[in-house]
Structure formats: structure tokens, C-alpha cells
């Protein structure tokens, strides 16, 4: 099914499946009034894709303007996605690293295994957006001198957590987020899981707890691509779906300028609609972009109660409209 019309499907489900799930919040009492505001929160996510909670999760993390680093197993990346789905991923402003090809410990690999764990991981990403992982995160969190070296001659740095709730370990909520309170001062990098449903409603306190309007959920910086517009684009060709992303918001007195990049390899002139729309893709602000695929969206706060959903008009030959997330302006 056609990515604008998952889009849809998924948040459906998340109103049915996650808020179904008891809300834990009281269960925090006073732990988190007293942190500070404005500070940043790294979530990640190991272990996936998963065919059911992967978009439960980018789901979830669009109604909250979250923004987050995947973590996926190679094997799993080419069985279970293809192209456009993690085009997808991107498109809606997160981040991608490396988790190895079938998560094996390699400080216990030999040489030869442990180039093919990191290295064989990072070419199916390539193959599927036009570039590899600037970040990866050994399974297990088990690495030794090797492991670092080699993964740094393919472009890597290691990413480690400083926050593990353990759902992974069936723990229950009230206990992952007493943990995570505990250890969130002034922010974190948080070690999840997108294969467990259980992931889901802890994602939910955390935003519920430490909200998006006073905390900031980012891409880990080690993962971030200078190149990947270019990159990205050279992937596409005739007939596929536009691409892009917000790549910056900032606010100049009472406005909002969201900058970014869209691309519809139908049309390489540039001239790509970039609006506003909810999650039935009905336009309200619109803008194009230029020649470069370039766009700047400006916004003022009368105009934003939430959120701020964008998307990418195709007047291509698949006509299908190109989610590029939800994006929180109130920072």
C-alpha cells in the first residue's frame, strides 16, 4: 500500500491500539517537575524494522513532533523494507545508524566476521537511500579495540546509551519509567526496542512526561548526513515518489520558518508543492520549491495549535503525495 495511505492506517491504530494501554503518569507523582526545560533527548531505537511496530512507532513519534535515531539489523532491513520505506523513515526527519547484519557480539567475531557484520549492513542502506551510516551500535553494547577500528576505515563512530529502561526484558511500565526518570537530568540517549509492542506505551509516558514543548527529541549528531540530500536524490528515478525533508525550524519574532528539500524525479526542474495538511493530506499553506529542490515555509504562531505536518505534491505518474513528518515549531 502506498506510503500517504499508511501514514493513515497507522495513526488509526495508534489511537485504537496505544490508548488503550493505561497512562502511568500519576504513577511519577512530582520526580519530573523539577528538570529543567529546553534540554535534548536522543531515543533510540535497536532491532528492527518490525513490520507492525516500526510504523506504530513513526507514528507516534509524528504526533508529538519527535524526531528519533533507528538502529537497524541488516538482515532484517532487506527482508522485511523496502526502498521506499525507509526513504520513508528519513523523509519524516529521523536518523539511521548500524546495528550489524544479524546482531552477533563481535567483540567475539573474528577479524574477517566482524568487517562483514558492520560492512554488510551498511551496503544494504546504501543500496536503499544512496549512502551509508555515519554511526553504528554494536549489539549488545560488546565491542573491544577492533570493533572500533574497523568500524571507523567504514565511516563509523560508536553509539552507546546512558539511559536502558529494559523493556527488551518484559519489565513493566511503572518500573521503565521510574528508571527513566531517575536518570533523565537535563537529557539522555535512551536504548529502545521497535520489535516490542511494549516500546509503544513507553514512548507515549516519555513524551506524555517530558512533553515536546519544553523538551527537544533530536537525531543523535554522529548520525546526521551532510550529504544525504544529494545522495538521497541519486537514487530516484522516473516514476518513483517525491522525496525530502525539513532539515531546520527556527522562529524570527512571531514566525516560524521551516527550511528543507523535496524532489520529485518526474520533475528535476524543481517546482515540487510543499503544504500543510493533516493526516488526509488536505492542503492549507503551500509553498514550491526551487531550482536546487530547495524550500523555505514560513508559518506564524496564530497559524500552529500542534504539530506542524508537511508534505510533497506529486504531479508525477504515481500521483501519490509524499509524507515528510510532523514537526514541533513550539521550542
Known amino acids: 500500500m502506498e506510503l500517504h495511505n499508511r501514514v493513515k492506517r497507522v495513526i488509526g491504530l495508534v489511537a485504537v491500539g496505544i490508548l488503550l494501554v493505561p497512562a502511568f503518569s500519576f504513577l511519577l507523582g512530582s520526580s519530573a517537575s523539577g528538570l529543567e526545560s529546553n534540554k535534548t533527548i536522543y531515543l533510540t531505537f535497536d532491532d528492527g524494522p518490525h513490520p507492525i511496530f516500526t510504523p506504530l512507532l513513526l507514528a507516534l513519534l509524528d504526533e508529538n513532533g519527535a524526531k528519533a535515531t533507528f538502529f537497524p539489523i541488516g538482515s532484517r532491513l532487506e527482508e522485511r523494507w523496502g526502498n521506499d520505506d525507509l526513504q520513508d523513515l528519513l523523509n519524516r526527519g529521523h536518523a539511521i ?29 546504501e543500496k536503499m537511500v544512496g549512502f551509508r551510516p555515519s554511526c553504528f551500535r554494536a549489539p549488545f553494547g560488546e565491542k573491544n579495540q577492533y570493533v572500533l577500528e574497523t568500524a571507523s576505515s ?147 504562531d496564530l497559524e500552529i495549535d500542534a504539530p506542524v505536518c508537511l508534505w510533497l505534491k506529486n504531479e508525477g505518474l504515481s500521483r501519490h503525495n509524499t509524507f515528510i513528518g510532523c514537526h514541533n515549531a513550539h521550542k
Not at 97 to 111: I, P, T, Y
Open 97 to 125: 545508524g548500524n546495528h550489524s547484519w544479524n546482531h552477533r557480539d563481535l567483540s567475539k567475531e573474528k577479524e574477517i566476521g566482524t568487517k562483514f557484520q558492520l560492512d554488510q549492513s551498511s551496503v544494504i542502506t
Open 154 to 300: 567504514l565511516g563509523m563512530k560508536h553509539i552507546g546509551w546512558t539511559v536502558d529502561p529494559q523493556e527488551w526484558n518484559d519489565t513493566s511500565i511503572e518500573e521503565a519509567m521510574n528508571h527513566i526518570v531517575k536518570r533523565f537530568a537535563g537529557g539522555a540517549i535512551v536504548l529502545l526496542h521497535d520489535r516490542r509492542f511494549l516500546t509503544l506505551p513507553i514512548v507515549r509516558e516519555i513524551l506524555r512526561t517530558f512533553p515536546s514543548d519544553k523538551w527537544s527529541y533530536e537525531t543523535l549528531p554522529d548520525c546526521r548526513n551532510d550529504e544525504e540530500k544529494n545522495l538521497r536524490l541519486s537514487t530516484r528515478t522516473a516514476g518513483d515518489v517525491p522525496i525530502g525533508k525539513v532539515v531546520d525550524i527556527k522562529k524570527v519574532e512571531s514566525t516560524h520558518i521551516f527550511t528543507g528539500w523535496g524532489y520529485d524525479p518526474d520533475h528535476p526542474e524543481g517546482g515540487l508543492k510543499v503544504f500543510i495538511g493533516g493526516t488526509n493530506d488536505q492542503e492549507s499553506i503551500s509553498i514550491e520549491t526551487d531550482s536546487q529542490h530547495n524550500f523555505k515555509l514560513e508559518i506564524t
